[in-house]
């Protein structure tokens, strides 16, 4: 675990947008999450528009200019892409896998409420007929 605060540079602005305002991002919750625990207190955490985009764009990093940043990016893109290479045909299987699991579910709970809507619509009428609709 890291002892004293650092600066992190990162072209994802949502995990930025997300540690600023302490509320974690709706797809990489697990992710932020992560980064909360590893970063110690005083740490910061700085957006670097990724692959030359947004060429207005000038660093506010203290000690850090904006050409130093933007080659720092590009440095991590390669390592994070060489690094992550090896495990795309695997990461790939498991996103099919996991699209098929949720297609499955989505599935069976709509042919789930499409067999039993006669039994809903039967209990909400009961509970109409006595009055007691609002409990439902």
Not at 97 to 120: G, I, M, N, Y
């Amino acid at each position: 675990m890291l002892q004293v605060p650092v600066c992190v540079l990162t072209d994802n602005s949502a995990l930025v947008t997300s540690f600023v305002a302490d509320q974690p991002p709706g797809d990489l919750g697990a992710y932020w999450a992560m980064i909360r625990h590893l970063l110690p207190v005083g740490s910061s955490l700085h957006w670097v528009p990724a692959h030359g985009r947004r060429s207005t764009w000038t660093s506010g990093i203290p000690l850090v200019s904006t050409q130093e940043a933007r080659d720092l990016n590009a440095r991590a893109d390669l390592s994070a892409c060489s690094a992550t290479e090896p495990m795309k045909a695997t990461f790939a299987a498991a996103q099919l896998a996991c699209k098929t699991a949720f297609d499955w579910a989505s599935l069976s709970v709509e042919r789930q409420e499409r067999l039993t809507q006669d039994w809903h619509d039967s209990v909400a009428a009961r509970a109409k007929a006595i009055g007691r609709l609002r409990d439902m």
